[in-house]
């Protein structure tokens, strides 16, 4: 099957230009102007008046976590068509080890419940919980086998915690193995006092999750495993960033440079801690780290203008207000963390970004797909418009108004954050891998069409 897109401006990382994308098979085969005329295709798509982007790339996502005695509610069919749906067309899921288990069981658990349903590509990472020799070794072999990023945590004691040591032996492992450690920093044994501490003192509304979970204590953290991870001489990555405290701790060390790296996610460029008021309504917005005051909205901003954040991903971890985030009525620290982001993520930074004129569309393009394609093991098959990446590409148009809201999106979940936010800019046609998976709002893919990536080792974050 050949298929040729005609009449678009292409946008990549570097540039935008006026022209013709010829798909060949899963990949690409051509760009260039004029190839109407000198290829022949069995389907012409006109992008006239539209962008030609690389897919979405999400490495930040949760289909089935379990959390706070639930589970995330999308699963890999229901987050990936949802995905597909915002011009997303991979993600990088978490795969978790439990403590006391191997590694293996929680990837092998992983790959079981992705496989067969997945309707767009999709990577792992590993959530290391239990950090010991045998954990440890396990990390060279799943570096081999295309999985080479592993989550640990300063927070959540008791579930996903390890201490300072932990870390850095995580980090002394990569060191060797060539492996990627991310970082969740929030100092949890310090939260969990001030939380307790809240709820004994009359607060047990959402709020107290936003106030309990301050931002210094965000800094704190990421400022100690950046230290840790100099002292290893490894890169590190800090996922969902949200403060602009943590922001000066990562700008502070790349400036004296140091391969730090960070993501931000949607919600804490357009929500804010004033969403977690409103009484219980509130646990729709509750997720870690918290949302915090509007005023370090500018400060992130300006981290994604100058590279000191490279990536914003959706930290996608759906649970439903009715039935599940209600299991912390009486008691903030009982909500299951996480928000639906997955199928906006694309579409708020088109238009709070690249409308709102605070980046340009080919840094919009770079923060989506690109720079996540590079970091994390899957650059220039994924995150580019290129002769010989795979076809995963999105026909956007940058004019197309839509209202974000529950009643008319695909994920798994019964509320939205951004009910009702008018957004400028949707994806006409979404491609994966060559394949029509969503034309004109109506879902064309596959259910199990998507394939397991085996990714390659961080060496973009080293060199830099
Ligand atoms: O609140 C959040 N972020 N839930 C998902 C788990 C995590 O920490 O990423
Ligand atoms: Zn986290
Ligand atoms: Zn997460």
Same mark, same amino acid.
Request: charged fraction near 25%.
């Given at each position: 099957?050949?298929?040729?897109? $005609?009449?678009?401006?292409?946008? !990549?990382?570097?540039? &935008? ?70 011009? !997303? !067309? ?18 092998? =658990? ?51 915690? &390890? ?34 501490? #809240? ?15 301050? $931002? ?5 953290? #990421? ?8 002292? =290893? ?111 906006? %993520? ?13 980046? #340009? ?7 989506? &797909? ?29 004019? %197309?108004?839509?209202?974000? $809201? ?32 969503? %034309? ?25």
């Amino acid at each position: 099957m050949r298929t040729l897109i $005609s009449g678009g401006t292409v946008v !990549t990382a570097e540039g &935008s230009f006026p022209a013709d994308v010829l798909v060949d098979g899963e990949r690409i085969a051509q760009v260039g102007s004029g190839l109407a005329a000198t290829v022949s295709a069995d389907e012409t798509i006109d992008a006239t008046g539209r962008y030609v982007i690389p897919g979405g790339i999400d490495v930040h996502t949760h289909m089935e976590l379990p959390f706070g005695g639930t589970f995330a509610k999308d699963t890999f069919e229901t987050g990936t068509r949802a995905a597909a749906f915002g011009g !997303t !067309t991979t993600i990088v899921d978490f795969a978790v080890q439990s403590k006391g288990k191997s590694l293996r069981e929680g990837l092998d =658990a992983w790959h079981a419940k992705a496989e067969g349903n997945a309707v767009i590509d999709y990577g792992f990472h590993m959530i290391m919980s239990d950090v010991t020799d045998d954990s440890l070794a396990e990390m060279d072999q799943l570096v081999a086998e295309g999985v080479p990023d592993f989550k640990l945590f300063t927070a959540y004691p008791g579930v996903f915690f &390890s201490d300072d040591g932990a870390i850095f032996r995580a980090m002394q492992r990569t060191a060797r193995n060539g492996g990627l450690i991310m970082m969740h920093a929030e100092n949890g044994l310090a939260i969990d006092v001030i939380a307790a501490d #809240t709820v004994a003192a009359g607060t047990t509304d959402p709020i107290g999750h936003g106030l309990a979970r301050c $931002s210094v204590l965000e800094a704190e953290a #990421t400022n100690r495993v950046i230290r840790l991870a100099q002292a =290893a001489k490894v890169p590190v990555y800090i996922v969902h960033l949200s403060a602009k405290e943590a922001l000066d701790a990562v700008r502070m060390a790349r400036d004296e440079g140091l391969p730090a790296f960070a993501e931000t996610c949607p919600q804490y460029l357009f929500l804010s801690l004033d969403d977690l008021g409103h009484g219980f309504e509130g646990a729709k917005f509750v997720c870690s780290p918290p949302l915090r005051s509007k005023d370090h909205w500018d400060e992130l901003w300006k981290g994604l203008v100058k590279d000191d954040l490279q990536v914003v991903s959706t930290d996608h971890c759906p649970f439903d207000f009715h039935g599940q985030k209600d299991l912390g009525q009486g008691d903030f620290r009982k909500i299951p963390n996480g928000l639906p982001g997955v199928e906006d %993520r694309v579409d708020l930074l088109h238009d709070g970004g690249v409308v709102g004129g605070r980046i #340009t569309k080919e840094r919009w393009v770079e923060i989506v &797909s690109t720079a996540p394609a590079k970091l994390f093991g899957l650059y220039p098959r994924k995150g580019a418009i290129v002769a010989g990446a795979d076809a995963d590409i999105v026909i956007y148009d940058p004019n %197309r108004t839509r209202t974000i $809201s529950a009643t008319s999106h695909h994920m798994a979940v019964d509320y939205s954050c951004y009910e009702g936010r008018t957004v400028q800019g949707a994806p006409d046609l979404v491609m994966s891998r060559g394949s029509v998976v969503v %034309r004109a709002g109506q879902f064309a893919g596959r259910k199990g069409a998507g394939r397991f990536l085996k990714r390659a080792t961080a060496d973009y974050a080293r060199m830099a």
